[in-house]
């Protein structure tokens, strides 16, 4: 990250380095969320460098009351942001003042007085098991392509049902990493450079392996196991498209995309019984809440079976 043109004293310039050192090598964070934390900081900084127009430092910093916290959230919303925009703000401004505490001894409570705004959340939207089993079964019908990529779509779609990867984890493995046909597990790098092991059914392994077989390109071990049709790294964006056209073919809704074959997985194996901890770990969910929102799709299937069947609905 660069601060040359950061309104900044110089101790909070080291500062900011240091936090950064931190974030890299201690929280392992993704780049994105690194850069979102970064440019939160930087309009914070900013928004007090135009309101007293000098460079900021540490002590300025310490001395903020809660009027300037706000001062800055009600900014932000002014400027078109969202709650939930609002609220990571409010949360790396929290992270990077922990951060000020322990290793510069920059302390300042009014932050804690500022309540995070109420983010209401969407319920995932999963795929019912028979169109997410006729999605897998239909790449071929939706495109006029070679036998490889047909092979190779079903693959990539089978691990987001089938194990319930994200389509970045999907494409980030290399031919090390492909399942054999006998199923097995599956070590997956997520969010946050999390590891976590997916145990993969063997008609999984079988997709996998039969696009391996087809495909016409050296896998190399240290390159991407699934490929364009020049040989590149695959796109997600190739994988978006495919899903259209399936949305298109199949009558399926607008939420049928990549992801929602992932939200069909957790939400099919919590209808059979699985035990949420169980798919959190699967998920690779880094905490047990985010997992729980399932738990209001189960809810709300049930209660459309209920007025659908009951006799008295």
């Not at 929290?94 to 705004?117: C, D, T, V, W």
């Not at 997916?198 to 997709?207: F, R, S, T, Y």
Request: charged share 25%.
């Amino acid at each position: 990250m660069n601060f040359e043109n950061w309104p900044l004293r110089s101790d909070l310039t080291a500062a900011l380095l240091n936090w950064q050192d931190y974030l890299l090598a201690e929280r392992d964070l993704a780049p994105k969320t690194l850069e979102s934390y970064f440019r939160d900081v930087r309009q914070f900084i900013g928004y007090f460098h135009r309101k007293h127009q000098e460079d900021i430092g540490l002590a300025a910093l310490e001395a903020l009351e809660p009027r300037d916290f706000r001062g800055f959230l009600a900014f932000r919303r002014e400027a078109g942001a969202s709650d939930r925009s609002v609220a990571r703000a409010l949360s790396a401004l929290r992270m990077f003042y922990r951060f000020l505490e322990r290793q510069h001894g920059i302390s300042n409570k009014a932050l804690l007085l500022i309540n995070s705004p109420k983010i209401s959340h969407s319920i995932p939207k999963p795929i019912p098991v028979d169109k997410a089993m006729e999605s897998l079964a239909s790449t071929d019908m939706v495109r006029d392509v070679a036998g490889w990529i047909s092979d190779r779509d079903v693959a990539v779609l089978s691990l987001l049902y089938g194990a319930g990867l994200r389509i970045s984890e999907a494409l980030n493995l290399t031919p090390p990493d492909a399942p054999e046909i006998e199923g097995g597990v599956l070590r997956v790098v997520g969010k946050g450079a999390r590891e976590r092991s997916v145990p993969i059914l063997p008609i999984v392994g079988e997709a996998v392996q039969a696009y391996i077989a087809s495909c016409p390109f050296e896998l190399a071990d240290d390159e991407a196991l699934f490929r364009g049709e020049r040989g590149g790294k695959l796109s997600p964006r190739i994988i978006q498209l495919l899903m259209a056209r399936l949305r298109h073919a199949l009558n399926l809704p607008d939420t049928a995309t990549p992801h929602a074959l992932r939200h069909s997985f957790a939400t099919h194996l919590l209808g059979k019984g699985a035990d949420l901890r169980q798919i959190q770990e699967l998920l690779g969910h880094a905490s047990l809440s985010t997992t729980q929102i399932y738990t209001e799709v189960d809810r709300e299937q049930l209660l459309r079976i209920y007025d659908a069947a009951h006799p008295r609905s």
